[in-house]
C-alpha cells in the first residue's frame, strides 16, 4: 500500500523510457473495487491518507489541499510547487527542465511523474506517510501512470456554481507593494433547483494596502470563461475515470473558507480527528 518505493525508481531522467513501460503495464491490473468513503480510521492509523484533490481554477483547491495536509500530517504535494523547485536545482533533469519551460512547450507526463516519485521516495526516507496531491493527475493518461506508482484512496473533487467561480476571478486583488492576495467580492448567490444558494464574504485588504491593488490582465469575465470551458472538457474524462472506480468524492462548497471548512470535514468523516487535535493543542 506504500508509495512508490516499492518500484524500482528511476533518479536520472534518462531512464524514464523502461521505467514508463513497467508503470504502464503494471496499471493495466490494477484493481478498481475501491469505494467512495473517505478512509476509516484504521487506515488513518496504519498510514497517512493518500489523496488527490481536482477543482477547476479559482475553486480554492490549494487552499482546501492545504488545511487538510495540515489536520493529518501529511504533505501536500502541488506539481507547480515540484517544478519550481526542480527548477531551483542543479541537476541534468532541471537543465533540461528549463528548456522545456523557456521553449513554451509543455512538461510531459513522464518528467512530472519522476518529479513526483522523486518527491515520495524522498518523503518517505523522511518517514513521511501518505501524501494529498494537488494538480495531478490533470489526464487519463497521468491517471493511469500513477495508478501504477501508488495507490490512491480518495479523489475529491471541489466544486463551486460557475456564477461564483467568475465572481471570485473577477474579485481577486494583489497588493503591488506587499503582494499578499485579496479578494472584493461579495458573492451571494440564490438557491435554485432544491440547490442551496451560496455566500462568500469578500476578504478586503488593510488601509496600507487598499490603495495599491492591482488585477491580474486574465482575470476578466471571457479569460475566466473560457479557463473553465478548458478545464471542465478536459476534467469530465478524469472525474468519470476516478468515478468508475468508485473514488470520486464530489463536494460542493457550501461558500467560503468558514461555511465549506466543517462541512467537508464531516463529508470526509474528519470531525472527530478535528476535535481530537483541538483538545490536544
Ligand atoms: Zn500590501
Known amino acids: 500500500m506504500a508509495a512508490v518505493s516499492r518500484l524500482a525508481q528511476p533518479s536520472r531522467l534518462s531512464t524514464i523510457p523502461s521505467y514508463f513501460k513497467a508503470l504502464t503495464s503494471a ?12 478512509s476509516s480510521s484504521s487506515d488513518l492509523r496504519s498510514r497517512g491518507v493518500q489523496w488527490v484533490f481536482l477543482g477547476c481554477p479559482g ?4 487552499t482546501y489541499a492545504s488545511r487538510l495536509s495540515n489536520l493529518l500530517g501529511v ?60 494538480g495531478f493527475p490533470r489526464t487519463i493518461r497521468q491517471a493511469e501512470i500513477l495508478e501504477g506508482v501508488t495507490d490512491i484512496d480518495l479523489v475529491v473533487n471541489l466544486k463551486l456554481p460557475e456564477q461564483a467561480l467568475i465572481e471570485k476571478c473577477l474579485g481577486r486583488r494583489i497588493c503591488g507593494q506587499c503582494g499578499k492576495n485579496f479578494n472584493v467580492a461579495s458573492i451571494n448567490i ?16 488593510p488601509p496600507h494596502c487598499a490603495s495599491k491593488l ?18 471542465n472538457e ?4 478524469l472525474e468519470e475515470f476516478y468515478r468508475s472506480r468508485g ?11 468558514p461555511e465549506s471548512w466543517p462541512k ?6 474528519l470531525e472527530e480527528h478535528e476535535e481530537k487535535l483541538s483538545a490536544a493543542a
Do not use: C, W
Open 190 to 205: 440564490k438557491g435554485e433547483d432544491g440547490k442551496p444558494g451560496i455566500s462568500m464574504a469578500p476578504l478586503m485588504p
Open 27 to 38: 496499471s493495466a491490473s490494477a484493481s478498481a473495487s475501491a469505494s467512495a468513503s473517505a
Open 214 to 231: 492591482i488585477t491580474r490582465a486574465d482575470d476578466t469575465e471571457a479569460v475566466v470563461k473560457e479557463r473553465l470551458s478548458v478545464y
Open 75 to 134: 504533505p501536500h504535494i502541488a506539481t507547480g510547487d515540484l517544478l519550481r523547485h526542480e527548477l531551483s536545482a542543479k541537476t541534468a533533469l532541471s537543465n533540461q527542465l528549463a528548456e522545456i519551460v523557456n521553449q513554451g512547450k509543455l512538461v510531459s507526463d513522464e518528467i512530472i511523474i519522476t518529479l513526483l516519485s522523486k518527491r515520495l521516495e524522498t518523503g518517505e526516507a523522511r518517514g513521511e506517510s501518505g501524501f494529498i496531491l494537488d
Open 59 to 62: 475553486v480554492g483547491k490549494g
Open 234 to 237: 478536459k476534467s469530465q474524462p
Open 264 to 269: 467537508l470535514l464531516e463529508a470526509l468523516n
Open 247 to 257: 473514488k470520486l468524492l464530489e463536494f460542493d462548497l457550501p461558500g467560503g473558507i
